[in-house]
């Protein structure tokens, strides 16, 4: 911890093999990723090459207590950690090639002790064993060991709580205080320390007992396996450290008296045979050389300063660099994580007292809100809720509008995908750029030297003038309007405009009127005006009935107005525009004054928050193509900055190396939501040939059927995977991917990882049936499906056959799935396998 009144500190910083360094940071409740590889902040470049990213932001780690990162690959390493109530909480990091890696909860272990956690270690050869210490409690378990393969995982808005599963959590140490754990090399043995007593070694593949030896020491804190033997490890007390063989545990091979109280010990990956350890209250690095067997050797001594600010704070923890080991992290007491070299001074440094970072050029990057909708906030929770209610790709896409019900969110997104494919099938399927199924802006939007017609203000138009050249608008730029949900140019009656019925519908009153009048379609918009102002909670759109061009060119005026009519006008619009409060009814405004103020521009208008679409169709109207493209590539310059998905009706949807696809991984990097994510690259991708996948595209999809299998929500993986067949080659699989005779004990050639139907369910060796669905007795590879209606093939997955890896029987999984509804165990008479609770 660092300062009184903070809780900042460096937790751990543990790497999956042959990675950049990453460590975490745990601040206010708030967990931080900290990696090392990137230029930027956000979208602030530095002189330094670190980013952050906010992990998790919520009350769960209120008592948060210790931290542990696997050693697994780089796609399936988890993050584990302990509270104080004896919580064990999983995250997975959903790694993409963006600016920030976010992480996803993945749930809480069970069961769970209900001790305090005090230490946490992953098994260095399986990164699926977790070896946990509590404290000692009455007939409690000190250390416990869960292999989370087969451990029951629940996510924390779950309640219900299923007991300890056989052959899923090792316990040993009854009563016993675990400080601290590391395991062996070889990974089948577990030495821990035991309460300032002693040292404990336990062996997995003896049983339950699993002790095999007992050293009576004080030194059982800070236990660190040796990166340069494997047989060494490290011990400390308050005042000394103690060097370790397994082969020999009866003493320690070597005792380093320090005299002063030790916080922190670790050994040195720059040199063999050396120890680094912090004193108390120091700001300076002591190193031990020579560490070794021999009693006569003489240690060898020296400071390293440890300056993390411009104040010489007194540090609390430091880390070395697993990739690059002669740099070393470090964080004071005064809320600073520094980095810096072993044989230099500091190089960068950051606070995290709050969202500024401060570099070491003084330089001050903001990092976004998070509490403000937009923010990187860990969406995990989401995500699963959305893909146990089937947030897949419908045949409708407008259905997945259902997953976003708050105004401001992607509600838009998926009816303007299904739209939007009837824009493109009317587009010339000739013209290179255009063969998209969901273009956008840009690419409709002709940039050669093609005609191209708009409304020209410039020649100050009056309102007669402007229904006339309205019909002179450009094809592709009708197109574009219509994109932008606004309809077709008085191409229907405005009684009969779908786009007006459900604005109207949704009492979206004042922007119907406000589309109406931009497209100068001035008699409508004043029935409408008329129909539904009173109702209108702004009192100016009411009093704005007399601006219109019929009820203006209808009122008596007197000999004097005449001459000033148009300036009478205009200043009425100023004076409504001081009482108007909807942001439709101020663009109102601004569009009658300009036309009575003979003025062509509409930066009064652009500048008010609307949303992007009635933007662009306003700029595709009265603007000149410069100055239109010129609009479309600052608003994509801000949407790519700021993640938000609003661009891609102007980038399109297309496949990587383009606008598009920077913004929906600048989206995963501020959102987290890698799940809306992935279901885009799969909708660019549908039916393309594996080759057209890119890297990002890959990495992105992993990440999201990785999160899939770590919630057993196997159904939506596997039929995300029949849209892109040619990925799943691409993607690991496993070494159970092929299938066999249980007779001959024939491997059949054929990998099931192909999702092809096979030809028959007879082994070719010995011509025995292999097997068949346990429930229905119909033999593996007979197409079930093709004698279905075409109402009951919406599960193109339902007669997949599937296995319990435990007792080896399967079926159709339709069939298992309306059995385990009703049922926990195997459906085979006198199995008493529990397959559901695997």
Not at 23 to 51: A, C, P, Q, W
Request: aromatic share 10%.
């Amino acid at each position: 911890l660092m300062g009184e009144n903070t809780t900042v500190g460096m937790v751990d910083m543990l790497l999956p093999a042959m990675s950049e360094p990453n460590f975490l940071i745990f601040f206010k409740n708030t967990l931080y990723l900290y990696e090392y590889g990137h230029d930027r902040v956000g979208m602030v470049s530095l002189s330094s090459k670190f980013s952050a990213a906010l992990l998790n932001k919520s009350t769960g780690f209120d008592d948060f207590n210790c931290l542990a990162w696997s050693y697994g690959s780089v796609w399936s390493s988890l993050v584990a950690i302990g509270h104080k109530s004896g919580r064990l909480t999983l995250l997975a990091p959903i790694y993409t090639s963006g600016v920030h890696r976010p992480f996803a909860t993945l749930g809480e272990l069970r069961p769970c002790m209900n001790i305090p956690c005090e230490s946490l270690a992953w098994n260095p050869r399986g990164y699926n064993f977790l070896a946990v210490g509590y404290q000692s409690r009455p007939r409690k378990y000190g250390l416990v060991v869960f292999d989370i393969q087969r451990s029951c995982v629940h996510a924390p808005q779950e309640q219900d709580i299923i007991d300890d599963l056989p052959g899923s959590v090792w316990k040993f140490g009854k009563g016993k205080f675990v400080q601290s754990i590391v395991w062996q090399a070889s990974g089948n043995e577990l030495i821990v320390g035991v309460a300032s007593r002693h040292i404990r070694t336990f062996d997995l593949r003896t049983g339950a007992s699993g002790a095999i030896g007992c050293v009576p020491t004080s030194c059982t804190l800070n236990l660190e396996a040796d990166p340069f033997s494997e047989n060494r490890f490290l011990s400390r007390d308050y005042e000394k450290m103690c060097i370790w063989d397994v082969r020999w545990m009866m003493t320690p091979v070597c005792t380093i008296n320090t005299h002063r109280p030790v916080i922190q010990a670790a050994w040195n990956l720059f040199r063999q045979n050396s120890i680094a350890c912090l004193f108390a209250g120091s700001s300076e690095l002591n190193v031990y050389y020579e560490v070794n067997d021999d009693e006569n050797s003489n240690y060898e001594q020296f400071k390293r300063p440890l300056r993390t600010s411009e104040h010489v704070w007194p540090v609390v923890r430091f880390a070395f660099d697993r990739v690059k080991r002669n740099r070393l992290f470090l964080a004071d007491c005064s809320s600073v994580v520094s980095q810096c070299n072993f044989a230099d001074t500091t190089a960068v440094s950051w606070c995290s007292s709050g969202d500024v970072i401060t570099v070491y050029d003084d330089a001050c990057i903001l990092m976004e809100e998070f509490d403000d909708g937009v923010g990187r906030k860990n969406c995990s929770a989401t995500m699963r809720d959305r893909a146990k209610n089937a947030y897949t790709i419908p045949s409708d896409l407008a259905e997945n509008k259902r997953f976003f019900q708050d105004p401001h969110s992607l509600s838009w997104l998926w009816p303007w995908l299904a739209k939007v494919e009837t824009v493109a099938e009317s587009l010339d399927s000739n013209d290179a750029p255009n063969s998209c199924r969901f273009p956008g802006v840009k690419m409709i939007f002709p940039t050669d030297d093609t005609k191209d017609s708009f409304i020209d203000l410039k020649k100050f138009p009056d309102f007669s003038e402007l229904i006339t050249m309205k019909n002179s608008i450009g094809e592709n730029r009708e197109k574009i309007i219509a994109l932008c949900g606004w309809g077709h140019l008085g191409s229907v009656s405005a009684d009969q405009d779908p786009v007006l019925d459900d604005l109207c519908k949704s009492l979206e009153i004042e922007r119907a009127i406000y589309m109406l009048t931009c497209t100068s379609r001035f008699e409508h918009a004043l029935q409408l005006l008329e129909a539904y102002a009173e109702n209108s909670s702004d009192e100016a759109l009411l009093q704005a009935l007399v601006l219109y061009p019929p009820a203006a060119l209808k009122r008596p005026s007197q000999a004097d107005e005449a001459k000033e009519g148009t300036p009478y006008w205009h200043k009425m619009c100023s004076i409504l525009l001081e009482k108007a409060k909807n942001l439709y009814v101020r663009a109102l405004l601004h569009f009658l004054s300009n036309i009575y103020a003979k003025r062509h521009v509409l930066e009064n208008i652009l500048q008010l928050d609307l949303p992007p679409q009635d933007k662009v169709a306003l700029s595709a109207l009265y603007l000149s193509k410069q100055e239109f493209l010129k609009i479309v590539d600052e608003m994509v310059k801000q949407f790519l900055n700021d993640g938000n998905l609003n661009g891609l009706f102007l980038t399109g949807l297309i496949a990587e190396k383009s606008s598009s696809f920077d913004l929906i991984q600048r989206f995963v990097d501020v959102t987290g939501d890698v799940q809306t994510a992935c279901l885009l690259l799969i909708l660019i991708n549908k039916g393309n040939a594996p080759a057209v996948y890119g890297p990002g595209t890959v990495n992105i999809v992993k990440s999201y059927l990785n999160l899939l299998s770590r919630w057993r929500l196997w159904d939506t993986h596997c039929e995300l995977k029949l849209y892109m067949p040619g990925l799943y080659c691409q993607l690991s699989r496993l070494s159970e991917a092929l299938y066999g005779c249980a007779f001959c004990m024939q491997t059949r050639e054929e990998a099931l990882a192909s999702q092809l139907e096979v030809c028959s369910g007879y082994c070719k060796h010995c011509s025995l049936n292999m097997f068949r669905c346990i429930l229905c007795s119909v033999s593996f590879g007979v197409t079930v499906h093709s004698r279905l209606k075409q109402q009951e093939q919406k599960d193109p997955t339902a007669f997949w056959f599937v296995w319990c890896c435990m007792c080896k029987h399967g079926g159709h999984k339709k069939h298992l799935n309306e059995w385990f509804k009703r049922n926990s165990k195997c459906p085979m008479p006198k199995c008493k396998c529990e397959c559901m609770t695997l």
